[in-house]
T-cell receptor
């Protein structure tokens, strides 16, 4: 069966520090991968999605970037965190067929101070 | 932008059926209706999806109107663990599989 992992589970970082969140998927190949963010009390916002290695689509302009160095690895990064980057970051994966459903990871709660 | 409209919040008594409405009046013929829920501090969980026929699984039932402009998610016997934010999403069959979430309905099950 497929599983999705995210780490760390929680993170507290100072403003201006770098960020690296990692997501890995097991039990499948060539998945579509997604990064979502949920600010406190807000809905989920799609940040990036990827249909293959090195293929990244950005949904909103922001202080973050994403990379997919391996088929089942998706990384969310920032060079300098802002206060507004605080939130709950969720990675998701889906198959590549039209009806494939996204499944979400456990999330990383990021607090920028 | 999300293409669905849901009530901001709802309450339901434990043991009763919870009926969550969703309006998707601009839905296209090639778009499915999906329901996810998010329990506090967890990732969204898939519940059910449908195109035009009513659907039922072990978690819930989905009733889609004949004109497909609205749907209702039914939790037949709500428990306290069903307290969550419920998202109704429309997505095309083909193309990118990304989900665009709206604000959802915050469902509170009361003892």
């Amino acid at each position: 069966s497929q599983t999705i992992h995210q780490w760390p589970a929680t993170l507290v970082q100072p403003v201006g520090s770098p960020l690296s969140l990692e997501c890995t998927v097991e039990g499948t190949s060539n998945p579509n991968l997604y990064w979502y963010r949920q600010a406190a009390g807000r809905g989920l916002q799609l940040l990036f999605y990827s249909v293959g290695i090195g293929q990244i689509s950005s949904e909103v302009p922001q202080n973050l970037s994403a990379s997919r160095p391996q088929d089942r690895q998706f990384i969310l990064s920032s060079k300098k965190l802002l206060l507004s980057d605080s939130g709950f970051y969720l990675c998701a994966w889906s198959g590549s067929s039209g009806l494939a459903l996204p499944f979400f990871g456990p999330g990383t709660r990021l607090t920028v101070l | 932008d999300a293409k669905t409209t849901q009530p901001t919040s709802m309450d339901c008594a434990e043991g009763r059926a919870a009926n969550l409405p969703c309006n998707h009046s601009t839905i296209s013929g090639n778009e499915y209706v999906y329901w996810y829920r998010q329990i506090h501090s967890q990732g969204p969980q898939y519940i059910i999806h449908g195109l035009k026929n009513n659907e039922t699984n072990e978690m819930a039932s989905l009733i889609i109107t004949e004109d497909r402009k609205s749907s209702t998610l039914i939790l037949p016997h709500a428990t306290l663990r069903d307290t969550a934010v419920y998202y109704c999403i429309v997505r095309p069959i083909q193309g990118a599989q990304k989900l665009v979430f709206g604000q959802g309905t915050r469902l509170t099950i009361n003892p």
